[in-house]
């Protein structure tokens, strides 16, 4: 009676049901072919999905599932090297702002990927470079930059080595992350991210494409060489085009040739086989004639 009016002892209400729900829930998601919250994938139980999307994990080195580290690969990993200013940490926390606020931080952000674009663009050219606005302690201030050749990575990795940025150590790496549209929430850049700055996918900071398109235009300004492999690269692309295209026309060529040929036998095989040439009207009367003779004859025998 006592626990009845304390509610002592009482289960938490609707817990073995919420339970149950909870577990029918996940099993229907799995037929149906779900992957789980935010695109993570719950049938690889050995290796880490979210390592594996973006090249890093909340539970680092204690996560219970393998960071499979590639040995080549042609995106860096540059974590926590983008200095996150006070207006810019309000922003990614949704706190209040005003237009002032939000251009000091969009300022220090394009003079930070202009300068960081065009250093490592020293290494090899590059193809894409973002700067993440995360806060969680495994992705704030991480930079990815992806080179068009591994090469290009392999000797940035090895120039950046024990070099500094804004006083830190540049913590260089590679890291699996091939698509950043991939990566990237998707809730985030379409509508709204429920999980805030503290997301486990990358909340891509925004940069105007007429900065893009500067940093770009400067890098081959300062690397024309860069154009000669671009070129080399569509040139060889074109050659491979073409030699696909001759393949498909060579073989075109030799189907017809073989359906020809294949016609040709059959029409000789047909020719061996035709019919007779015409009987004149003489011709079949004798012909009649001698069939009605040997049936006549044949009625005699019998």
């Known amino acids: 009676r006592l626990a009845r009016r304390t509610g002592a002892g009482r289960a938490a209400p609707g817990g073995p049901r919420l339970l149950l729900r909870g577990r029918l829930w996940a099993r229907r998601r799995s037929a149906m072919g779900d992957k789980g919250g935010f695109g993570t994938s719950e049938e690889d139980r050995v290796n880490c999905p979210f390592y594996f999307k973006i090249g890093a994990c909340r539970n680092g080195d204690q996560c219970n599932r393998l960071h499979n580290r590639p ?29 002032d606020m939000y251009d000091r931080a969009q300022q220090h952000l394009e003079a930070f990927y202009v300068e960081v674009f065009l250093e490592l663009a020293n290494y090899g050219e590059i193809e894409d470079l973002v700067v993440v606005d995360n806060l969680c302690d495994h992705m704030i201030g991480n930079v990815y930059v992806k080179y068009y050749h591994e090469e290009d990575a392999e000797r940035a990795l090895m120039k950046l080595t024990g070099r500094f940025y804004s006083g830190k150590l540049i913590q260089a790496e590679y890291t699996t992350v091939s698509d950043f549209r991939e990566a990237r929430c998707r809730a985030f850049h379409e509508t709204r991210c429920n999980r805030g700055a503290y997301c486990n996918f990358m909340h891509i900071k925004h940069i105007p494409r007429a900065i893009k398109r500067r940093v770009v235009r400067e890098m081959y300004d300062d690397h024309p060489e860069y154009l000669g492999q671009t070129s080399s690269r569509r040139r060889d692309k074109d050659k491979e085009k073409d030699k696909d295209k001759d393949r498909k026309r060579r073989s075109r060529s030799r189907s017809r040739r073989r359906d ?23 011709e079949r009367r004798a012909m009649i004639a001698s069939w009605n003779a040997d049936r006549e004859g044949g009625g005699a025998i019998s």
């Open 71 to 99: 040995t080549m690969s042609q995106t860096l990993l540059l974590s926590h090297m983008y200095p996150n200013t006070p207006e810019s940490l309000a922003l990614a926390n949704d706190e209040p702002w005003d237009d």
């Open 260 to 282: 020809k040929k294949e016609k040709g036998e059959k029409d000789r095989d047909r020719g061996d086989e035709a019919p007779p040439a015409r009987q004149t009207s003489e």
